[in-house]
């Protein structure tokens, strides 16, 4: 499977949409024209033919989905560890507890 998110310009002879709906692509159609800054989501990645066909597209700006953990905060002020689900927290939890849904997004440097 490839990485489409490496910043190369990869070829395109059609089918589903290779990136995430929302990540931001550059595309070179069949017609000589290109596009960028728009999300993979706007764009027909098939092959019906006609000027508009994509050709070649690069990932411009990547999406990331954010991630959900589930943190105990107790009346003390303490905070618990953090869990993948609130199912999990709810386990754990004691009297007094306050359960807070974190959104996070990790960053790869």
């Not at 943190?71 to 689900?85: A, I, R």
Request: overall charge negative; some cysteine; proline content about 4%.
């Amino acid at each position: 499977m490839n990485d489409y998110n490496n910043g190369e310009i990869w070829g395109w002879n059609g089918g589903e949409c290779p990136v995430h709906p929302q990540s931001e692509v550059m595309v070179w159609m069949r017609c000589g024209d290109y596009v960028g800054g728009w999300q993979a989501s706007t764009f027909g990645w098939g092959h019906g033919g006609g000027g508009g066909v994509i050709v070649c597209f690069q990932v411009t700006k990547v999406h990331v989905e954010p991630k959900v953990i589930w943190v105990n905060e107790y009346k003390e002020g303490d905070v618990g560890h953090s869990f993948p689900t609130e199912e999990q927290a709810n386990r754990q939890a004691l009297r007094g507890v306050t359960r807070v849904a974190v959104k996070y997004v990790e960053v790869k440097e």
